[in-house]
């Protein structure tokens, strides 16, 4: 069923950007709890490509929601114009 698809993909998406909301608040406590300079540059790192993965999981999660939403609309697009082509041709 199409709108099982549609709901796995809002699903996946939500938890996507629920995920991203929580370590984007870890990654600024975690970041100020270095401190100052010098600090570990590895934990920095580790923040980083942690919130960068998640950051990218939304991203790719959005790109798969705007892919179905322009397909379905292309798709129905598509269908009018072409209803609107055979009337117009009917009508002459």
């Given at each position: 069923?199409?709108?099982e698809a549609t709901r796995k993909?809002?699903?996946l998406f939500g938890m996507a950007v629920t995920d991203l909301e929580e370590q984007?608040?870890?990654a600024l406590e975690r970041i100020q709890a270095l401190?100052?300079?010098p600090?570990?540059?590895a934990v920095a790192l580790e923040i980083v490509?942690?919130?960068l993965k998640l950051s990218r999981e939304v991203t790719e999660r959005w790109l798969e929601l705007t892919?179905?939403?322009v397909e379905n609309q292309t798709r129905v697009q598509t269908e009018l114009l072409?209803?609107?082509g055979d009337a117009r041709s009917a009508g002459k």
């Open positions: 069923m199409p709108e993909l809002l699903k984007t608040k870890s401190g100052p300079r600090y570990d540059a490509e942690q919130w892919r179905l939403i072409r209803l609107i």
